[in-house]
């Protein structure tokens, strides 16, 4: 079965620091797709980042990075200079193909604190 | 902000009781997809409608079911409601199956309480 675990509930980060969440996953597929996404309190799942399992190099979106192990199935995501908006539950994931429907498979998400 | 709305934004029904929620999916998007997020955790997946047939199913009972109209939004239909069944509902909507969940856009939901 495909699980995604997310092993920090909680994170906190100061302000104009740089702040890494953990995620790892479990698959037998070789080719497959991992994202972030971002949940504020307007409860809609915004993406922050995606990365392709076949592409080595790692995804970067402005001040939103990632480390991708693939033998190690580690997908961390790094946000450099914290902003207070950045405050939010963070959801990895990652994409599902079966029976001809693909679906977001989802970890248990992590709560963001951004401190001023 | 995406162009993926839901209806209505919070909802409250007695148990037993049945449901109707509804998603009106981006311009251009023939996919949609219904989440179920109860409190503390991760959306799972409910199904998948793609030119308003199902194409995908993930665990959860007959009881809940859907449609998708000629012009893609989507209604996820819940009989029988139980107090486990209060969640935040989320649709998402895509271009096209084939990898299209890789550009899935969320709408924000809809609170549902079961009492």
């Known amino acids: 079965a495909q699980t995604v675990t997310q092993s920090q509930p909680e994170m906190s980060v100061q302000e104009a620091e740089t702040v890494t969440l953990s995620c790892t996953y479990d698959t037998s597929e070789s080719d497959y797709y991992l994202f972030w996404y971002k949940q504020p309190p307007s409860r809609q799942m915004i993406l922050v980042i995606r990365q392709e399992a076949y592409k080595q190099q790692n995804a970067t979106e402005n001040r939103f990075s990632v480390n991708f192990q693939k033998a190690a199935k580690s997908f961390s995501l790094k946000i450099s200079d914290s902003q207070l908006g950045d405050a939010a539950m963070y959801f990895c994931a990652y994409l599902v193909e079966e029976g001809g429907s693909e679906k977001l498979v989802f970890g248990k998400g992590t709560k963001l604190t951004v401190n001023p | 902000e995406t162009g993926v709305t839901q209806s209505p934004t919070h909802l409250i029904k007695t148990r037993g009781q049945q449901v109707t929620l509804r998603c009106s999916s981006q311009s251009g998007h023939n996919t949609v997809s219904w989440y179920q997020q109860a409190l503390g955790q991760g959306p799972q997946f409910i199904f998948q409608?793609?030119?308003?047939?199902?194409?995908g199913r993930g665990n959860f009972p007959p009881r809940f079911s859907g449609l998708q109209f000629p012009n893609y939004s989507s209604e996820l239909n819940v009989n029988a409601l139980e107090l486990d069944d209060s969640a935040l509902y989320l649709c998402a909507s895509s271009p096209n199956t084939g990898h299209s969940n890789t550009e899935a856009f969320f709408g924000q939901g809809t609170r549902l309480t079961v009492v």
């Open positions: 409608y793609y030119r308003e047939e199902e194409n």
